[in-house]
């Protein structure tokens, strides 16, 4: 939904970030591109990375009781963005509304991923002792970065909700998939569906009224045969087996495996707008899919269009050096 990712990694005790950070920069795979608040050090040249570390330790000592001072957060942008000029200015009004506006802090700019990434390291230790209380910080993480970026979620959820209520659908579940497309995650309470993000509901949608409108679904026919001869048409020139997806995240990591996806899955998106969904249970493959048509404002389930078993094998691929791990749903 948010074309922003901001993480806030592990923390240490040793503020290992920095080592890691400063490596980079000698490698010549990052770029130092903010420091600020650490005194004297400042006027030292050139600073080393134990120089930083020894700093933030002094702080950190402190208060004894933090046992891991470190504050060590990533913020990213899908591929390479056109105002990667602006994202340092945006980590540094991001550590202000966390709190870290008068602590000592190190921005990195990472160029050795697809992604275009920043590093930022602080310390949760204030000069008089306090520290920065972590509690709920994935939820205010998201909170900052929003209000920095002009997003209004509440909004949003609801021009979302707008929006999936004029596609043609069959059931309330064909619509739930719809949100949980855009990143929201749905919950059923009592006769409303919520729309939930960062563990708050931002807007409820009333039951009665989807299935009021699932009940009017007719097939388009016409647009039925023509998704039809797309996925085959497709399926000579794109693998249909099905790989593990996750999401990518900076510093060349993954984040936990978070469904399925095919080569002929993607490219159905990437040029034609057709999402494809999946739908696994916990370590089982896929059992079902779910077309997303916003071309013609429809969701369709897979079984409509071709068996999940056919839908997935690569008989017909004509395109050579497919190389990716093929799982078989023949029966």
Known sequence: MMSHLIKILSTSASFAGVGYNMSKVQKGDAELVCEANFGALSLLEP???????????????????????????????????????KLPEIAERWLWGMGYRKQPYLIFAHNDTPNDHLHILSVRVKKNGDWIDPGLEWIRTRKVLNEILGINVPQLAREYADQALDYSFDSPERFVRILEAKGFFMLRRREQLLMCYYGKAQHSIP?????????????????????????????????????????????????????????????LEQKLGIEIIFHNRKGCLPHDYTIIDPKNRAVYSGAELMPLHQFTRADDLHATNQQQTQYSFER
């Open 47 to 85: 600073r080393r990375a134990s120089d930083y570390i020894h700093y933030l330790q002094m702080i950190a000592k402190g208060n004894p009781r933090v046992i891991k001072p470190q504050l060590h957060a990533v913020l990213c942008v899908q591929g390479k963005s056109q105002a990667t000029d």
């Open 207 to 267: 039951l009665s009224l989807v299935q009021q409108r699932s009940a009017n679904y007719r097939v388009d026919t016409g647009r039925m045969n023509e998704v039809r001869r797309l996925f085959l048409e497709t399926k000579k020139l794109f693998s249909p087996s099905l790989t593990g997806k996750s999401q990518l995240l900076p510093g060349r990591r993954a984040s936990k495996f978070s469904g399925y996806t095919s080569k002929m899955a993607i490219m």
